[in-house]
């Protein structure tokens, strides 16, 4: 149910925010993730296994914690947007945005109106399920809705400078492998060619007044975005992460054994 969208108002006010990205599908998990650290949980519909409806129930995994859930939609399309937000997730980040009229459109898919065209029905999980109280529910949606895109392609980038300005907009999220290939280095993500075409992404995106975001596979290539300005860091994957941990702790399991054998 209704709880203040704490991470807008952290980025807003110039924080740096840490979360990871949910793969699974899991409300559990999302729970159990929520008990730690993290900001913030980005749920992946458009590689997870998700549907709108296990959407909602890990959203309300977050509503438990201090933890924010942000929905990664498929696609910017204004119905897909609208059932994102009617979850009550708050906070969502579009993919495969190259231009300003598409960052514009998503801001106003997320916006009721007059500010924007966003669908409106009173009885949902975002209204509480009810027309009473209306009026302020309207207004309060338009004030702490988090709207977030992926910038992604050479055209994203070529793009950026003029898309940090538009209005609305909370997050701008470059894509590390992305950037990578708008320089020629297609997957070399530590080279300094790509890590300076990140510094000027940065400076791009604090021309306006989103904060700028991006993925960090590793404590220090996370290190490295927070040295070039990035406010909103996405640590692996709730996935990955637990490969890792399992694989090698059973590995020092196996080899403590081998010791007693």
Known sequence: MYRQNHLLGRLRKGDTVFGTWSMTGSAMLVEA?????????????????????????????????STQAIVRLSNGESQNILR?????CRAIMVPHVSTVAEAERVVSACRYAPEGSRGLSPYTRNHQFTHEGLSASLQRENQETLVG?????????????DIAKVKGLDLIYTGIYDISQSVGLAGQIDHPDVMEMQRQCVSWINEGSAAPGSFANSIDYAQNLLSLGFRFIAYA???????????????????FKGTLD
Do not use: F
């Not at 949980?41 to 959203?59: K, N, P, Q, R």
């Not at 994102?84 to 009550?88: F, I, Q, R």
């Not at 050479?154 to 400078?161: C, H, P, T, V």
């Not at 994957?237 to 080899?255: C, F, G, Q, W």
């Open 237 to 255: 994957a709730d996935s990955y992460t637990i490969k890792r941990a399992y694989t090698e702790d059973i590995a020092k399991l196996k080899t």
């Open 84 to 88: 994102a937000l009617e979850t009550g």
């Open 33 to 65: 993730l929520g008990t730690t650290p993290l900001d913030y949980i980005i749920l992946d519909m458009e590689h997870g296994a998700m549907s709108y409806e296990t959407i909602e129930h890990m959203v309300r995994a977050c509503e438990v914690t």
């Open 149 to 161: 895109v992926l910038v992604e392609g050479n055209e994203g980038i070529a793009n950026l400078k």
